[in-house]
């Protein structure tokens, strides 16, 4: 079993729709949880970077994270085609040697049509 | 800013060849990690330096290798590269927690 399972789509939407994208885990040690943009053939960018339970919100794009279901969301609200990429989620446990490495989810792949 | 560079941007190589990619991280970050990316998957971790020294490794054969310089700036050396070894190279670099990438390197091993 992956310790981080995210649903790889791919999920086409139309322009201005609430997008969902969800990531589970299996290792309560994770305590801060990212997610990135990629657009094709890039980097992934930094989206949003949570450390506790709860909302937090930036723009267009709001970053849920609950603990005790071991479950965190990110909503993209009134979508435009510019966000169409791949959306991955990542998470960190806290200090000792495993401070900097990343665990990721397999990554959504979103298309938001015109 | 200057974000994190990474080169070369694309490389082809052969198969038994051995290949060095190289990062600069941004300017303060004292942590460099690098990654795989194979198409289709999400990153897998490979290897965290922190002030010149090996702070983690991920599930890589020894043909892996990375080193940091007093600069921070980071090589990850390949050895006798497999068609396998196909993907792109991603390097983060991170003050705390948050870590930034480079754009990548796309290898080609044929």
């Known amino acids: 079993q992956k310790e981080v399972e995210q649903d790889p789509g791919p999920l086409s939407v139309p322009e201005g729709a609430i997008v969902s994208l969800n990531c589970t885990y299996s290792?309560?040690?994770?305590?801060?949880f990212m997610w990135y943009r990629q657009y094709s053939r890039k980097g992934p960018e930094l989206l949003m970077y949570t450390y506790s339970s709860g909302n937090k919100e930036d723009g267009r794009f709001t970053a849920q994270v609950d603990k005790s279901s071991k479950y965190i969301s990110l909503f993209i609200r009134d979508s435009q085609p510019s966000d169409s990429a791949t959306y991955l989620c990542?998470?960190?446990?806290?200090?000792?040697?495993?401070?900097?490495?990343?665990?990721f989810g397999q990554g959504t792949i979103l298309t938001v049509h015109p | 800013d200057a974000g994190v560079t990474q080169s070369p941007t694309h490389l082809i190589k052969t198969r038994g060849q051995q290949v060095t990619l190289r990062c600069s991280p941004i300017s303060g970050h004292k942590s460099v990690s690098w990654y795989q990316q194979v198409l289709g998957q999400g990153p897998q971790f490979i290897f965290q330096?922190?002030?010149?020294?090996?702070?983690g490794r991920g599930n890589f054969p020894d043909r892996f290798s990375a080193r940091q310089f007093p600069n921070y700036s980071s090589e990850l050396n390949v050895n006798a590269l497999l068609l396998g070894d196909s993907a792109l190279y991603l390097c983060?670099?991170?003050?705390?927690?948050?870590?930034?990438f480079g754009q990548g390197t796309r290898l080609t091993v044929v």
């Open positions: 983060a670099s991170s003050l705390n927690t948050e870590a930034f």
């Open positions: 290792n309560s040690a994770f305590q801060y």
């Open positions: 330096y922190y002030e010149k020294e090996e702070r």
């Open positions: 990542a998470m960190l446990r806290a200090g000792g040697t495993s401070y900097g490495k990343l665990t």
